[in-house]
């Protein structure tokens, strides 16, 4: 028995995303020089990508999910394997052959469909864990890849990712709770976005108390609460209404102004801004903040179009570096779990 050989790349996005999805990783095949094409249904979730010549391995070995806008997992596999009713796990490990893992993820897609799906994944875990045991194929300590389980009505779509290839968790998905004491679900686009662009040594020390932040378009008071709450003083500026407890909240100063005029007396550590605005305008906004050294990381979101939306990051990605004007800096996006139709993006020290 040899290892499991993929000819493919499997990619899950938020449903509704999956053209936008596709026109990345084209995008991103052509930058390389890879001859793919990609394939996608309306809905479902899930993107894959074949090569026309050639290896897929030739695309992944030069790409990272981590740097990509919109896919939130990622694996390679081969044709989807469909499951008997019985002996579920012999079938799977005949797939995979005599490839070692070091982890395994089952998921679902993030769809109607794909969540039918959810139960049995779980269920499967753990047998499968002993399956691969038994087989002397679980190594959790080594280099060995990480395998994906994803169940759709395709059937068993079995993969590998090495390290930087994929996410972790199931579905590239974060779980994340809101507090009863929390005004709005807005702060979990915040609290993802720390999660997504900044690694645990980079919160530390980005996010320590008495820093200050200033909270443009704050009404009605999500992202300012959570910057509260983490021990920052927060500028708060929206001619709306706070909510809640953070419209009293000691270290919350709320000033009524217009966020795209207002500025700060002197520099502050964070810009974040969630206002409801043409998506060039906010980018051009936040990067003349940090380029006039106003703040020293930024976090806004970007409201899409319905239709043509990679374009529309990319060309919004293009005024903040222009905005920029040469200043170093980090410049990134992604399409967040907790976002919809948006993008969240952040700008910080390079």
């Known amino acids: 028995m040899g290892a499991m050989e993929s000819d493919r790349l499997l990619l899950l996005c938020r449903p509704g995303f999956e053209g936008d999805t596709a026109a990345e990783i084209q995008a991103a095949a052509g930058e390389i020089g890879f001859p793919g094409y990609c394939r996608a249904s309306a809905d479902t979730g899930r993107v894959t990508l074949f090569p026309s010549v050639g290896a897929i ?9 981590a740097d990509a806008l919109f896919p939130r997992q990622a694996f390679l596999t081969a044709e989807p394997v469909p499951l008997p009713d019985r002996d579920r796990v012999s079938t799977i490990l005949a797939t995979l052959g005599d490839e070692p893992v070091r982890e395994l993820v089952t998921e679902t897609p993030d769809s109607e469909a794909g969540r039918a799906w959810t139960r049995l994944a779980r269920a499967l875990e753990g047998p499968l864990r002993r399956g691969l045991t038994d087989a002397g194929l679980w190594q959790p300590d080594s280099g060995a890849p990480r395998l994906h389980l994803l169940l759709d009505d395709d059937g068993a779509h079995i993969g590998l990712a090495s390290a930087g290839l994929d996410d972790s968790r199931p579905g590239g998905i974060p779980r994340l709770k809101r507090p ?3 005004p709005s679900r807005s702060f979990l686009k915040l609290e993802e976005a720390w999660q997504t662009f900044l690694d645990d040594e980079e919160r530390a020390r980005a996010l320590q108390p008495g820093m200050r932040a200033v909270d443009l378009g704050a009404a009605p008071g999500g ?7 983490r021990g920052l003083e927060v500028l708060a500026v929206d001619n709306g209404p706070l ?9 919350v ?6 966020g795209f005029t207002w500025r700060p007396p002197r520099p502050v550590d964070w810009l974040v801004c969630d206002m409801v605005e043409r998506p060039q305008r906010v980018a051009a906004l936040a990067a ?3 380029a006039a050294g106003r703040c020293r990381y930024a976090v806004f979101n970007l409201k899409l179009p319905m239709r043509r939306r990679y374009a529309a990051v990319e060309e919004c990605l293009k005024v903040v570096r222009d905005h920029l004007g040469g200043a170093p800096a980090r410049v ?12 969240t993006a952040f700008i910080g020290p390079a």
């Open 332 to 343: 990134a996006a992604h399409h967040l779990y907790h976002d919809r139709d948006e993008v």
């Open 288 to 290: 003349d903040w940090f």
């Open 180 to 182: 009863k004491s929390a």
């Open 57 to 65: 391995t030739e695309f992944t070995d030069h790409w990272r999910l």
């Open 253 to 258: 100063t709320h000033i009524r102004a217009d």
């Open 223 to 229: 992202w300012s609460w959570l910057l509260q709450r």
């Open 243 to 251: 909510k809640g407890e953070v419209a009293t909240a000691d270290g």
